[in-house]
Structures are given as structure tokens and as C-alpha cells.
């Protein structure tokens, strides 16, 4: 079967005035359709250049980035992209934001409505569709970022640190709500992250990547059930694989 | 569904409103105290102090109903009025796609840029001298440094906003399949309107500015043009009309840029 999206050989360097500087070096990497993904590593090491280019936002120095087996040439709505900024344009409210995709794809605006409805209510932000985004919560802003996501209907959501600026409690529930909508409407995930925790908790393979140049350190296997529960996420099963990343990612051999 | 989280901003935000609605109706009482101190100390200065000439607030407002009787203020103000609101409207319109032009494309930016930043270090009153020569004492050249003063500050303005347009905002509208086209009216556009709100107010005071200036050296009427035939009369209670007229003028139009900019970029986070 051919994966969903597939990294091959992939290598990106940036130039510099003292020579290149090397961000990815010869990543080879296949995510299968409905996975969920998480790439945990040091700053530097590319992963959100790895995600750029999934994206179409940034292309590669040599080598191939397919998405359903066709390389990627640019951006697309079938690639959804949350930012760890939210991104959210301030000058529109939350349900003219999660309509903006919709709006280009030009959908007719009864089938619009309700589909903004749903993505809406998908993140729970229903009470607060006509609010403008300086009036939300970073956890608000960011769950009506992944309404917008959703919305356009993308078979593939790339997500970069999207918890990374909230507070550790939004954080842990915006996990278990994100693994909520992905258990109802599944999607290929791939999720950058810094936190070991929330790399093991969320996927069912761990990435872990190293610096200089970035490339693959390991893959780790989660080896646990979904739907994933505070239970699972204190069991000796979940603290086992987590130490395994946390050492292949603080304890990278040079 | 997961918890929904009571918006602790959205509360405290409304606190925030109305204690600033407070704080507004204090600051207005203030002003106003300002101001009838201010007439006091004038009145005080001509009256009991009594400088050398200087003519009192009831002086000036006697002649200022003589003024407004015949119809002199309201023809200056008229013509005053024109030739800022046709060079500020002028300038304005043209800065705005020029600028958003130069933010957009390398080549436009490169081409333009260098004419802008020289004028923009001229000021316009020194191109009068050069205006006058060129196209007459007629509106021609008094139209034309306003249009120059408001469209300096304005391009300069549109083309910043352009440039300082969040660039994971255009990610953002790119990945849900935007095109150029459509980032740049969508996203760019709304973006950069503050900037331009910014460029727009001190622009018009700037084109103010010029205008009186303008008015002074080559006019047959307006409020520059009369304080300049006070001044040859020794009639000081016509300069001080002409003055307050300007302040006040130029305040209502500062004030009505404003609220515009509070309408339209309700949308942005204040501190």
C-alpha cells in the first residue's frame, strides 16, 4: 500500500554566508494513511522544516516529498496546517476564520454553514462562534485553528508544536480532545513536538530526531491502545516507552 | 465533548471597559478645567497684565462674530477646507496602491523607494517656491504640496503595513488554497489598514500643516491668506481667529480619522 506521506531522501540546506547550513540530512520516512505521527527532538534539529515541507511551504534540496505517492509542489487544502501561533486572522470571528477555506474552495453556503457548524462544534467552541480572536483563550484560539483545519475536510492535518505556547493543563486537555475528534474523524497526523510526554501519549510512532545535521535518530513504536486515557497516560506501559524517548532524545550519542 | 473553558478574558475585558469609561468621563472634566484655566490666564494676560497688544478673549470673540456675520470665516474655511480635503483625498488614494504595490512586488520597491525616502526628507513647504513657478499662483500649486505632504506619509505607511504583514498569516491562507491574489486582498489588505489609518492621521496633519504655510505665501483667500492681511493691518484679534479656527479644524479631522481607525480595526488587540 502506498503510504500517505513519504520523505525520501530528503535533505534541505539553507545558504549561509559562511557556507550551507544543513537543517535535514538524508530523511527517508513513510507515514501510512490514518496514522498518527509525532516528531519530538532538539531546537534545530528540523522539524519544522521537515513539516514545511509536507506542507508545499518549502521545498526540498534534494530528494522527494510524495503525498499519496505524487510529489509535493506546493500548498494544498487536502493538507491541513496548524500553526504553534494559531494563525488566526485577528480581523475576522471565529466562524468567519474556520469558513475562510471553505469560502475559496467556493462551496455553496448552505452546505458552508453547516459544515462550519460542525467543525465548530467539533472543538467545542459553539458558544463563542462570533467572537473575534482577541477575546479568546490561547486554547480557544487554538482549538478554532484545528476547526479551521477540520473544516476544509484535509485527509492529512500537520501540526506544528500547535500546544507548545499553552499552560501544561489547556495543554493535556487539548490532547485528549484532539485524540477525540481524530477517533471520530480520522486523519493522518503528523504532530512536531518538544514534550516527550505528549509525543508518547498522542501517537503510535514517536519520531526522534537529532541536531547538526537534522536527521532521524530513532522511530520508537507506541505500543498501546486507543482510545488513550488519564489512566494509560500514568501506567508503568506508558512511563516505560516514554523513558526510552526521553533518553533517545536527551541522551543522543554524537 | 471536552470541558469548555470560561474565556477569563472576555470578563475581564468588559471590567477593563467600564473602568475605562470612568476614567474617560474623569479625563473630559479635566480637559474642560484645562481649558477655562487657559482663557483665564489670556484673559488675565491682556487685561490686568496687560501685554503690549495683545488683544483679550472677549476681544477676539467680538471679532470673530464680526467675521462670521459677513461671511469672511466661513469663505476662508471653505477654501481652506477644498484644498486640504482635494490634496489629502488625492494623495491618500494614490498612496495607498502605490504602497501596497512596492510592499508587493521586489521591482516596484526597488524602482520607486529611492524617489520616496528623497522627498520624504524635503519638506514640502521647501517645494513651494519651485510649485509656484512652475504652475502659477492659482490652486494648482497649494493643492499640489498638500497632495505631496499627505501622500509621503501615507505611502510610506501602506507599504510598511504590506511588509510587516504576519508572515504565518499568508501560510496560513496559502495552506487553505489561497492565491496570491487572494492572500493579498484577504489577508494583506485588512492587515495592513492600521498602518494606513496611522499614515492617513499623520498625514493630514502634516497636509494642515502645509496648507496654512501655502496659504501664507500666494493666496486670495483662506485662513492662511488672511492672518497674512491681519498681520499687515496690525489686527491681531483676526490672527487669533484664524489660529483658533485652524486648531479647532484640525482637531474635529484628526478626531473623525480616529474614530474610523477605531471602527474599522476594532479587531486589534490594545493595550
Known amino acids: 500500500m502506498t503510504p500517505k506521506i513519504s520523505f525520501r531522501d530528503v535533505t534541505k540546506t539553507f545558504p549561509m554566508r559562511t557556507g550551507e547550513f544543513t537543517a535535514l540530512a538524508r530523511v527517508s520516512l513513510d507515514i501510512a494513511d490514518e496514522e498518527f505521527v509525532t516528531v519530538v527532538g532538539p531546537s534545530g534539529c528540523g522539524k519544522t522544516t521537515l513539516l514545511g515541507m509536507a506542507a508545499g511551504l518549502e521545498e526540498p534540496t534534494t530528494g522527494d516529498v510524495l503525498v499519496d505517492g505524487k510529489p509535493v509542489t506546493g500548498p494544498g487544502p487536502e493538507r491541513g496546517v496548524i500553526f504553534q501561533q494559531y494563525a488566526l486572522f485577528p480581523w475576522l470571528t471565529v466562524r468567519r476564520n474556520v469558513e475562510f477555506g471553505l469560502k475559496l474552495q467556493e462551496i455553496p453556503a448552505a452546505q458552508r454553514k453547516a459544515r462550519v457548524d460542525h467543525a465548530i462544534d467539533l472543538v467545542g467552541l459553539t458558544d463563542f462562534a462570533d467572537a473575534l480572536p482577541k477575546t479568546l483563550s490561547g486554547g480557544m484560539k487554538q482549538r478554532c485553528a484545528i476547526a479551521r483545519a477540520y473544516a476544509v475536510d484535509p485527509a492529512v492535518l500537520l501540526m506544528d508544536e500547535p500546544f507548545g505556547a499553552l499552560d501544561a493543563l489547556t495543554r493535556v486537555q487539548l490532547q485528549d480532545q484532539l485524540l477525540h475528534t481524530w477517533s471520530r474523524e480520522r486523519r493522518t497526523v503528523l504532530f512536531i513536538t518538544h514534550d516527550v510526554d505528549e509525543a508518547v501519549y498522542l501517537a503510535r510512532r514517536v519520531v526522534v530526531m537529532a541536531a547538526r545535521p537534522g536527521r532521524i535518530h530513532t522511530v520508537v513504536d507506541v505500543d498501546l491502545p486507543y482510545p488513550r486515557t488519564e489512566e494509560l497516560r500514568l501506567s508503568t506501559a506508558f512511563g516505560r516507552i516514554r523513558n526510552e524517548v526521553w533518553h533517545s532524545v536527551y541522551h543522543q550519542a554524537a | ?271
Request: hydrophobic fraction near 55%; aromatic fraction near 8%.
Open chain 2, 1 to 271: 465533548m471536552s470541558v469548555v473553558a470560561v474565556p477569563e478574558d472576555v470578563a475581564t475585558s468588559r471590567g477593563v471597559v467600564r473602568r475605562g469609561g470612568w476614567r474617560s468621563g474623569r479625563m473630559l472634566v479635566l480637559n474642560l478645567v484645562a481649558v477655562v484655566v487657559g482663557f483665564g490666564v489670556w484673559a488675565l494676560l491682556s487685561l490686568i497684565v496687560g501685554v503690549q497688544g495683545l488683544p483679550g478673549p472677549v476681544e477676539v470673540a467680538r471679532r470673530a462674530g464680526e467675521l462670521v456675520a459677513d461671511g469672511t470665516l466661513a469663505g476662508d474655511v471653505l477654501a481652506s477646507l477644498t484644498r486640504v480635503l482635494v490634496g489629502f483625498g488625492l494623495g491618500t488614494a494614490l498612496a495607498v496602491p502605490v504602497g501596497f504595490l512596492m510592499g508587493w512586488y521586489a521591482v516596484a520597491r526597488g524602482l520607486l523607494e529611492p524617489y520616496i525616502q528623497f522627498f520624504r526628507t524635503i519638506p514640502p513647504l521647501a517645494i513651494i517656491p519651485l510649485a509656484i513657478v512652475l504652475m502659477g499662483i492659482g490652486e494648482v500649486p497649494k493643492v499640489f504640496v498638500i497632495f505631496l505632504a499627505a501622500f509621503l506619509s501615507s505611502v510610506v505607511a501602506a507599504f510598511q503595513g504590506v511588509v510587516d504583514t504576519d508572515r504565518t498569516l499568508i501560510n496560513a491562507a496559502r495552506v487553505l488554497g489561497a492565491s496570491d491574489r487572494t492572500i493579498f486582498v484577504k489577508v494583506v489588505v485588512p492587515a495592513s489598514t492600521p498602518f494606513i489609518l496611522v499614515g492617513m492621521r499623520v498625514g493630514l496633519g502634516s497636509a494642515w500643516g502645509t496648507l496654512v504655510a501655502a496659504e501664507l505665501i500666494a493666496a486670495q483667500e483662506g485662513l492662511g491668506f488672511r492672518m497674512q492681511q491681519a498681520q499687515l493691518y496690525y489686527d491681531l484679534p483676526t490672527i487669533f481667529v484664524g489660529l483658533i479656527t485652524i486648531g479647532v479644524l484640525g482637531l474635529v479631522m484628526d478626531r473623525l480619522l480616529l474614530l474610523a481607525d477605531r471602527r474599522l480595526t476594532a479587531w486589534q488587540e490594545r493595550r
